[in-house]
Structures are given as C-alpha cells and as structure tokens.
C-alpha cells in the first residue's frame, strides 16, 4: 500500500498553537494557508475541508466554526448554513469527480463513531459503483487510487477559489 502523506503525519510534532486540548477542526480553522490545511471553501460559520484520511477519493467534512460536540449545541442558524455548504459541496465533486452516489453522516459521541468527537462534523463521502474491492474484506485495508494534493486541487478548483 503507498500512502505518502501518513510519513510527514508521523513525523510531525503537532504543535497546534494555542491553549487548550488540542483540536484539528480549530487548528484548520485558525490557519491561513487553506492549501496547507486542505480547506477548500470557508463559510460564515462552516468550512469544508477534505478528510486526511478518506473512506474514499473525495471524501470531505462540512464542520462548523463553532467547537461543540452536537448538532443541539450550535446557534440555529448554523445547522441551514452546514446543509447548504454539503449542497454546494456535493455539487462541486459531481461536476469535478462524477460520482455514482454519496454517503452522508454525521457521528456524534465514541459509542456513535465519531473519531473526533469534541468538535461536530458532517461527511460527504462520493461513491461509485465497484469503488469496494477485496482490500477491506482480506486486509481491513482501503485503496485510494488519487493523492490527497491532486483531489484537493480538482476540487478547489470547482469553489471558484
């Protein structure tokens, strides 16, 4: 399997900068080299920004500038700006990657799967018909044919940014 981007994410410190436990969200969210941090597009109060460690080509988070752990938690205007940012979103990979289908989800709390459990996050996930293959089954392994840096740069391109 050829990752390239894990090696620099296993040698580097991660030191985010700021006081606190330590949020990948809000760390995203603080820097202003968007290409660095894979963020594609930001909004009043949400960004998008592609998954470091994607189920499939594609996969990005819809994340709220706001650190809370649920959907309750945020201000009501938010959860209309995060479902209008996946529209946009979806629409930019239909048009740049031509998908077959999509996975949405949001996880919230461990016991729920959420990864990052602290700071709420919704997946965009673009399939295609066979994009599962053996690997999962035999190895618990995906395969992700496209580097992180060629995805990120098709779809930045379809925000007009």
Partial sequence: ???????????????????????VFCDMLSRTDDAAAYVLHRGRAAFVVMNLY?????????????????????????P???????????GVIEERMRPHGFN???NQGRAAGAGIADHLHLHLVPRWSGDTNFMPVTADVRVI??????????LRAGFGS
């Fill in 104 to 106: 949405l989800g949001m």
């Fill in 54 to 78: 994607p189920y499939n080509n594609g996969h990005v988070m819809i994340v709220p500038h706001a650190h809370v752990d649920s959907l309750r938690a945020l201000p009501a205007d938010v």
């Fill in 1 to 23: 399997m050829w990752a390239p981007w894990r090696m620099s994410y296993i040698a580097a410190e991660h030191d985010h900068g700021y006081e606190g436990p330590a949020c």
């Fill in 80 to 90: 209309a700006e995060i479902m209008e940012l996946t529209r946009l979103t979806q």
């Fill in 145 to 154: 044919p496209d580097h992180l840096d060629a995805t990120y740069a098709l």
